[in-house]
DNA sequence: GCCGTTTTCGGCCCGACTGTTTTCAGTCG
């Protein structure tokens, strides 16, 4: 997406000028870079579709960045970036991702070594040339170095689905400690974002006893912090902040605070970075201060135990913090139009369970049983069909096999006490030409079916698109699986007009999942959000290959939450009977 | 370079920690 090419080189020109200390204009290439990153709508189109002026509607954008855009959209290159790359040969990204340099670093690596890229960059620490500079010292080449090592290993940034757990795991080892009175994971973690680059956790004290008292206490945290199993590095140590690399390859940072702050610092340290800014804007025009201790009138502190409270004297209702990331939610909070969200229990039944009938790893029953421990009023397994031979695809006569077996084990668990409805559905394969792998009649025959994209995936966008549409018209087809199709950090959505495929899901009455498998996570959040306001139909499921797989629903429903999705939005939120009846 | 119920100029979010220095700049979130 052109996007996201403009959005780096505008970092990028933004680094570039912070190399050369000149004031407020980084800033601003970093928002509109920012804005666009998150823009929905590719800025080739609304140029097309708009002009200049629709550009400079761009938020964040004004007359001068909209002409680097326009250019870099006819010519495929900017002038004033080339001019600056010019001056500064330095491949910026490349080295400002290494965690404790920025430009001015990069600035005098350049000047005193010709530093240009990573290589360079490493060469030079290992043969200790980094250290003599002025400003530098052995620790920061140290430092260089082991920056070099994780960004190589992690691309920097880990799923949601890797960490999740392991912050849990802490915050639960934490809580042991008798000195903590609130701990809560904050950042991108509570945020639920779908990577995250490091987790951070806040705690409050225990009152009493005065400062000395306090100090001891946060000492025994911090000691306790940096000693926990799986810590292989201490980043930083101090008496409010320290921060660990894990064995895993993550950091985790912990920030004690005491008890009347945890309002405001849990707000604060939740983020997003750009939802503060724009509630500490905000703040500023009510005459108020806000920063991670608390709001300010004057000097005075106002009352802030709870987040809530620092909302409620911004004059905003609490936000989710799956909400925080100003796309507009601040702007809804003031016309107390926030959505309702759906909430991580509302799920009733997971529509996409694969069964050891495709070779996943449990009988239909053991999922059945697994499926009333998490509580579900009904269950869909989704096989595989006949294209996909290589994950055991059923073909129309194994459909109908297993749908007896369905009916068996559904009246055997209807004389138990916990009922559960299991339905029959199947992952049918969209072939390139649009057509489903299973013959119709057979499709008729079950509860629903999915439809997903496995093969040929690289198909130019009007194909793919016209692709997907044609399996969307069939009177068959009720969902879309992983309708784009991205592997997160391996994979690039398929290039599908996503708007066409919203209007044709509309008018069909398809519905689209959201795959909650870490690394999927499809629709994503953005797209989501599209869904629902172009009032689209969405189902969360889970694509689980084994009952231990079941829980990932939660990173499903976390991603519909960032997409502002309502329990009327995702079909199995609904009670069994108004689902089957939903289905074409 | 952007922005506007302090509007077309004069502002622009805020604090902790590190590593190098002897008082602070740079980076990060």
């Given at each position: 997406m052109t996007n996201n090419e403009l959005a780096k080189i505008f970092y990028e020109i933004a680094s570039y000028l912070e190399m050369d200390d000149v004031p407020f204009k980084p800033q601003a290439y970093e928002k509109a870079a920012l804005s666009l990153e998150t823009l929905s709508k590719d800025a080739r189109e609304i140029y097309k579709d708009g002009g200049e002026k629709a550009i400079e509607e761009i938020p964040g954008v004004g007359k001068s960045i909209a002409e680097k855009i326009i250019e870099y959209l006819k010519t495929g290159k900017i002038k004033y970036y080339r001019d600056l790359k010019k001056k500064m040969p330095v491949k910026m990204g490349e080295l400002t991702a290494v965690e404790g340099i920025g430009p001015k670093m990069v600035r005098d690596l350049w000047k005193y070594l010709k530093i240009k890229d990573l290589k360079d960059l490493e060469k030079a620490a290992k043969a200790g040339k980094i250290r003599k500079l002025p400003n530098f010292g052995e620790k920061s080449e140290q430092n260089i170095l082991e920056g070099i090592e994780f960004l190589k290993r992690s691309h920097g940034r880990f799923l949601l689905g890797e960490i999740l757990p392991e912050a849990k795991r802490i915050v639960e080892s934490l809580k042991t400690l008798k000195e903590i009175e609130n701990i809560s994971p904050a950042g991108s973690v509570r945020r639920m974002k779908e990577t995250i680059g490091d987790v951070d956790i806040l705690i409050t004290l225990k009152k009493g006893g005065g400062s000395a008292f306090a100090k001891a206490s946060a000492d025994k945290i911090m000691n306790f912090f940096?000693?926990?199993?799986?810590?292989?590095?201490?980043?930083?140590?101090?008496?409010?902040?320290?921060?660990?690399?894990?064995?895993?390859?993550f950091d985790v940072d912990i920030r004690v605070?005491?008890?009347?702050?945890?309002?405001?610092?849990?707000?604060?340290?939740?983020?997003?970075?750009?939802?503060?800014?724009?509630?500490?804007?905000?703040?500023?025009?009510?005459?108020?201060?806000?920063?991670?201790?608390?709001?300010?009138r004057a000097k005075k502190k106002l009352p802030t135990k709870t987040e809530e409270d620092v909302y409620k004297i911004i004059g905003l209702p609490w936000i989710e913090p799956e909400l925080r990331e100003n796309q507009g939610e601040i702007e809804a909070a003031q016309k107390n139009e926030l959505p309702k969200i759906?909430?991580?229990?509302?799920?009733?039944?997971?529509?996409?369970?694969?069964?050891?009938?495709?070779?996943?790893?449990?009988?239909?029953?053991?999922?059945?049983?697994?499926?009333?421990?998490?509580?579900?009023?009904?269950?869909?397994?989704?096989?595989?069909?006949?294209?996909?031979?290589?994950?055991?695809?059923?073909?129309?006569?194994?459909?109908l096999k297993q749908r007896q077996e369905i009916q068996k084990i559904n009246s055997k668990i209807q004389n138990l006490k916990s009922k559960i409805?299991?339905?029959?559905?199947?992952?049918?394969?969209?072939?390139?030409?649009?057509?489903?792998?299973?013959?119709?009649e057979a499709l008729a025959k079950l509860n629903y079916v999915i439809a997903?994209?496995?093969?040929?995936?690289?198909?130019?966008?009007?194909?793919?698109?016209?692709?997907?549409?044609?399996?969307?018209?069939?009177?068959?087809?009720?969902?879309?699986?992983?309708?784009?199709?991205?592997?997160?950090?391996?994979?690039?959505?398929?290039?599908?007009?996503?708007?066409?495929?919203?209007?044709?899901?509309?008018?069909?009455?398809?519905?689209?999942?959201?795959n909650s498998y870490p690394d999927r996570l499809d629709l994503k959040d953005t797209n989501i959000r599209k869904?629902?306001?172009?009032?689209?139909?969405?189902?969360i499921n889970t694509d689980a290959h084994s009952i231990d797989q079941l829980h990932v629903i939660e990173f499903g429903i976390a991603q519909a939450r960032r997409g502002?999705?309502?329990?009327?939005?995702?079909?199995?939120?609904?009670?069994?009977e108004k689902l089957l009846n939903f289905f074409k």
């Amino acid at each position: 997406m052109t996007n996201n090419e403009l959005a780096k080189i505008f970092y990028e020109i933004a680094s570039y000028l912070e190399m050369d200390d000149v004031p407020f204009k980084p800033q601003a290439y970093e928002k509109a870079a920012l804005s666009l990153e998150t823009l929905s709508k590719d800025a080739r189109e609304i140029y097309k579709d708009g002009g200049e002026k629709a550009i400079e509607e761009i938020p964040g954008v004004g007359k001068s960045i909209a002409e680097k855009i326009i250019e870099y959209l006819k010519t495929g290159k900017i002038k004033y970036y080339r001019d600056l790359k010019k001056k500064m040969p330095v491949k910026m990204g490349e080295l400002t991702a290494v965690e404790g340099i920025g430009p001015k670093m990069v600035r005098d690596l350049w000047k005193y070594l010709k530093i240009k890229d990573l290589k360079d960059l490493e060469k030079a620490a290992k043969a200790g040339k980094i250290r003599k500079l002025p400003n530098f010292g052995e620790k920061s080449e140290q430092n260089i170095l082991e920056g070099i090592e994780f960004l190589k290993r992690s691309h920097g940034r880990f799923l949601l689905g890797e960490i999740l757990p392991e912050a849990k795991r802490i915050v639960e080892s934490l809580k042991t400690l008798k000195e903590i009175e609130n701990i809560s994971p904050a950042g991108s973690v509570r945020r639920m974002k779908e990577t995250i680059g490091d987790v951070d956790i806040l705690i409050t004290l225990k009152k009493g006893g005065g400062s000395a008292f306090a100090k001891a206490s946060a000492d025994k945290i911090m000691n306790f912090f940096v000693s926990l199993p799986g810590v292989i590095k201490t980043w930083g140590k101090g008496a409010t902040k320290s921060s660990v690399r894990l064995r895993q390859g993550f950091d985790v940072d912990i920030r004690v605070v005491p008890n009347e702050f945890y309002g405001s610092a849990l707000q604060y340290f939740t983020g997003s970075k750009e939802h503060n800014v724009a509630l500490r804007i905000l703040a500023i025009e009510k005459k108020l201060k806000l920063n991670e201790y608390g709001v300010f009138r004057a000097k005075k502190k106002l009352p802030t135990k709870t987040e809530e409270d620092v909302y409620k004297i911004i004059g905003l209702p609490w936000i989710e913090p799956e909400l925080r990331e100003n796309q507009g939610e601040i702007e809804a909070a003031q016309k107390n139009e926030l959505p309702k969200i759906i909430g991580y229990n509302d799920i009733l039944g997971d529509l996409h369970c694969h069964s050891n009938w495709d070779g996943g790893g449990d009988s239909i029953e053991e999922i059945a049983e697994a499926a009333i421990k998490m509580g579900y009023q009904y269950i869909g397994i989704a096989d595989h069909t006949k294209f996909l031979r290589i994950e055991h695809g059923l073909d129309e006569k194994q459909l109908l096999k297993q749908r007896q077996e369905i009916q068996k084990i559904n009246s055997k668990i209807q004389n138990l006490k916990s009922k559960i409805h299991i339905l029959q559905g199947c992952e049918a394969n969209i072939m390139p030409d649009g057509s489903i792998d299973i013959k119709d009649e057979a499709l008729a025959k079950l509860n629903y079916v999915i439809a997903g994209v496995h093969s040929q995936l690289k198909m130019p966008k009007e194909k793919m698109t016209e692709r997907i549409i044609r399996a969307m018209r069939n009177p068959n087809v009720d969902i879309i699986s992983h309708p784009t199709g991205r592997l997160l950090q391996k994979r690039d959505e398929y290039e599908i007009d996503f708007d066409k495929i919203l209007k044709v899901a509309k008018e069909t009455k398809t519905i689209l999942e959201i795959n909650s498998y870490p690394d999927r996570l499809d629709l994503k959040d953005t797209n989501i959000r599209k869904a629902k306001e172009a009032g689209v139909k969405m189902a969360i499921n889970t694509d689980a290959h084994s009952i231990d797989q079941l829980h990932v629903i939660e990173f499903g429903i976390a991603q519909a939450r960032r997409g502002w999705a309502e329990k009327k939005d995702i079909i199995n939120c609904w009670p069994l009977e108004k689902l089957l009846n939903f289905f074409k």
